[in-house]
């Protein structure tokens, strides 16, 4: 289905970004463009403009401070992320993001725009939540950081208001992280998914269960199953899988990407 007829702006820095978005309460940031367009050509979001982010270096970028963590600008694609020795550091990012969709999905699609759609099968919410990465919101009032278990608020749903941007990713330092998956097929989005990390404590992220993450704690690996069941998922049911298959996934994906990080 064709386009309809859109206002278009490239700004040249994020504040004229920030402006552009602040002038026109129908106006939305285009990052890679995966989810927007497709959105858009079946008339489920009809935004009266588009503010694309494409060219804005300020966005853009992988640093790796001394402590360990990674500052990930939200522009950076997949591609560009699992290519980067910087983010090395963190390993679970490169090997989950080499997982999502298809090469050309991965060459455009950004890490912003994975986070800031918020579907429940997208792969990095779940990831980022459990890991403890913390956002940075600008907007016209300034800057503030969300944890990114207060960022997802529901489904499409995030922190970022009206006129703001999500202007960067931070992820703490750490190498015990696991993550596990049921797709459909090989390239296509999850049934349930689940991310975990090990420091002292299993913090897990259970994906597709709801419509923002779900996080549980478990002492051990042999304590995950009992944590999930704790959690009483209600998930939703669907052609592809049951509300009970669902929960029953969840609770072995969780044990799988739990296994990975205490390993």
Same mark, same amino acid.
Request: proline share 5%.
């Given at each position: 289905?064709?386009?309809?007829?859109?206002?278009?702006?490239?700004?040249?820095?994020?504040?004229?970004?920030?402006?552009?978005?602040?002038?026109?309460?129908?106006?939305?940031?285009?990052?890679?463009?995966?989810?927007?367009?497709?959105?858009?050509?079946?008339?489920?979001?009809?935004?009266?403009?588009?503010?694309?982010?494409?060219?804005?270096?300020?966005?853009?970028?992988?640093?790796?401070?001394?402590?360990?963590?990674?500052?990930?600008?939200?522009?950076?694609?997949?591609?560009?992320? #699992? !290519?980067?020795?910087?983010?090395? +550091?963190? &390993?679970? =990012?490169? /090997?989950?993001?080499?997982?999502?969709?298809?090469?050309?999905?991965?060459?455009?699609?950004?890490?912003?725009?994975?986070?800031?759609?918020?579907?429940?099968?997208?792969?990095?919410?779940?990831?980022?939540?459990?890991?403890?990465?913390?956002?940075?919101?600008?907007?016209?009032?300034?800057?503030?950081?969300?944890?990114?278990?207060?960022?997802?608020?529901?489904?499409?749903?995030?922190?970022?208001?009206?006129?703001?941007?999500?202007?960067?990713?931070?992820?703490?330092?750490?190498?015990?992280?696991?993550?596990?998956?049921?797709?459909?097929?090989?390239?296509?989005?999850?049934?349930?998914?689940?991310?975990?990390?090990?420091?002292?404590?299993?913090? #897990? !992220?259970?994906?597709?269960?709801? +419509?923002? &993450?779900? =996080?549980? /704690?478990?002492?051990?690996?042999?304590?995950?199953?009992?944590?999930?069941?704790?959690?009483?998922?209600?998930?939703?049911?669907?052609?592809?899988?049951?509300?009970?298959?669902?929960?029953?996934?969840?609770?072995?994906?969780?044990?799988?990407?739990?296994?990975?990080?205490?390993?």
């Amino acid at each position: 289905m064709l386009l309809r007829e859109v206002e278009y702006a490239k700004p040249a820095s994020v504040a004229e970004a920030l402006t552009l978005l602040a002038a026109d309460d129908g106006a939305r940031a285009l990052a890679g463009g995966q989810t927007l367009i497709n959105v858009m050509k079946a008339r489920a979001a009809s935004p009266d403009a588009l503010v694309d982010l494409n060219g804005l270096e300020e966005l853009k970028g992988i640093e790796l401070g001394a402590d360990g963590t990674l500052s990930i600008g939200p522009m950076t694609t997949y591609a560009e992320l #699992i !290519a980067s020795a910087e983010a090395r +550091a963190r &390993p679970i =990012l490169g /090997e989950v993001c080499a997982t999502i969709a298809d090469v050309q999905v991965r060459n455009r699609g950004t890490i912003g725009g994975n986070l800031c759609s918020n579907d429940p099968t997208n792969h990095l919410p779940p990831l980022m939540s459990a890991i403890g990465a913390q956002m940075t919101i600008t907007g016209a009032g300034g800057t503030r950081t969300v944890p990114a278990s207060d960022f997802f608020l529901g489904v499409y749903m995030t922190a970022v208001g009206p006129g703001e941007l999500l202007t960067r990713i931070h992820v703490p330092a750490g190498r015990h992280d696991g993550f596990a998956a049921v797709t459909l097929g090989v390239d296509g989005t999850c049934i349930v998914n689940a991310a975990a990390t090990w420091d002292g404590k299993l913090r #897990i !992220a259970l994906g597709c269960v709801d +419509a923002v &993450p779900v =996080l549980v /704690e478990a002492d051990s690996v042999d304590d995950v199953r009992a944590a999930v069941r704790g959690a009483r998922l209600d998930p939703p049911s669907d052609v592809h899988a049951s509300s009970e298959y669902r929960a029953h996934l969840a609770g072995v994906l969780a044990e799988r990407a739990a296994r990975q990080a205490a390993g």
